[in-house]
């Protein structure tokens, strides 16, 4: 089969695609290490202690953050046989994921019930439990999308880049609270940098961007939902099963 000169054009484009998957990975990394270095990273180092659960919840998030690196420096190397038949395993580690999340939000509630009473108990869960759900469907997406890959590397950029809300709101040099200009400015980085390249690239911003970036806004939206009565019945009902 003859390939024209517009078969490679589009050839090249589709690895500059790939490619710059690489750096956005690295930059979620990135991203992670400094939001999560006060709190877990630094401490750890310094031979401080931590429940076995948030160890475990730490090692499957990096793990998750590790496998995703792998996943695009396959594709953007052309490995995309080794790439598909690992993809079945990132899948299950994000399942994995949020079992772990939410195992490891409702030990911390239980504590905090015990510690803090009802009220910052239900309210330190909320953030947790609605990151999983905003989480889950774009894994899902690109699970079910896996065979058509300009939806599956963006629906995994996406899903990667809500789980950066924890790091992102860490970040103390970002103000205690952080304001929502600065938030989103950070919060989203990867998946803005990944517009601008298909704009730059194609001229084009792909829906999954729109989908994940109102996504993020609708989970800083629906915050104020974890002080409202119908969410303190709730976790009034849920700990029934503590006591």
Same mark, same amino acid.
């Given at each position: 089969?003859?390939?024209?000169?517009? *078969?490679?054009?589009?050839?090249?484009?589709?690895?500059?695609?790939?490619?710059?998957?690489?750096?956005?990975?690295?930059?979620?990394?990135?991203?992670?290490?400094?939001?999560?270095?006060?709190?877990?990273?630094?401490?750890?180092?310094?031979?401080?202690?931590?429940?076995?659960?948030?160890?475990? %919840?730490?090692?499957?998030?990096?793990?998750?953050?590790?496998?995703?690196?792998?996943?695009?420096?396959?594709?953007?190397?052309?490995?995309?046989?080794?790439?598909?038949?690992?993809?079945?395993?990132?899948?299950?580690?994000?399942?994995?994921?949020?079992?772990?999340?939410?195992?490891?939000?409702?030990?911390?509630? &239980?504590? *905090?019930?015990?510690?803090?009473?009802?009220?910052?108990?239900?309210?330190?869960?909320?953030?947790?439990?609605? &990151?999983?759900?905003?989480?889950?469907?774009?894994?899902?997406?690109?699970?079910?999308?896996?065979?058509?890959?300009?939806?599956?590397?963006?629906?995994?950029?996406?899903?990667?880049?809500?789980?950066?809300?924890?790091?992102?709101?860490?970040?103390?040099?970002?103000?205690?609270?952080?304001?929502?200009?600065?938030?989103?400015?950070?919060?989203?980085?990867?998946?803005?940098?990944?517009?601008?390249? &298909?704009?730059?690239?194609?001229?084009?911003? %792909?829906?999954?961007?729109?989908?994940?970036?109102?996504?993020?806004?609708?989970?800083?939206?629906?915050?104020?939902?974890?002080?409202?009565?119908?969410?303190? *019945?709730?976790?009034?009902?849920?700990?029934?099963?503590?006591?």
């Amino acid at each position: 089969m003859t390939t024209t000169p517009a *078969d490679a054009v589009g050839s090249r484009a589709t690895a500059r695609t790939r490619r710059v998957f690489v750096p956005l990975a690295l930059l979620a990394v990135v991203m992670a290490l400094v939001g999560f270095w006060p709190t877990y990273f630094g401490p750890l180092l310094a031979g401080k202690a931590a429940t076995v659960l948030v160890h475990v %919840h730490a090692v499957v998030f990096v793990g998750w953050l590790a496998m995703f690196v792998t996943q695009a420096a396959l594709a953007a190397n052309g490995r995309i046989a080794l790439h598909m038949r690992l993809g079945p395993w990132l899948f299950a580690f994000g399942m994995l994921l949020i079992v772990i999340g939410v195992a490891t939000t409702l030990a911390r509630f &239980d504590n *905090d019930l015990a510690a803090n009473g009802l009220a910052l108990a239900a309210r330190r869960a909320y953030g947790p439990l609605r &990151d999983m759900v905003f989480f889950a469907p774009f894994l899902a997406a690109g699970w079910i999308c896996r065979r058509r890959p300009e939806i599956h590397k963006r629906c995994m950029l996406v899903a990667t880049t809500i789980l950066l809300v924890a790091a992102v709101g860490r970040m103390r040099f970002l103000g205690t609270p952080p304001s929502e200009v600065w938030f989103f400015s950070v919060w989203p980085l990867p998946v803005y940098i990944a517009m601008a390249h &298909d704009y730059v690239t194609k001229r084009l911003i %792909h829906p999954v961007y729109v989908l994940g970036v109102l996504a993020m806004v609708a989970m800083r939206l629906v915050l104020p939902l974890r002080t409202t009565q119908p969410w303190l *019945d709730f976790a009034a009902w849920l700990a029934t099963f503590y006591r």
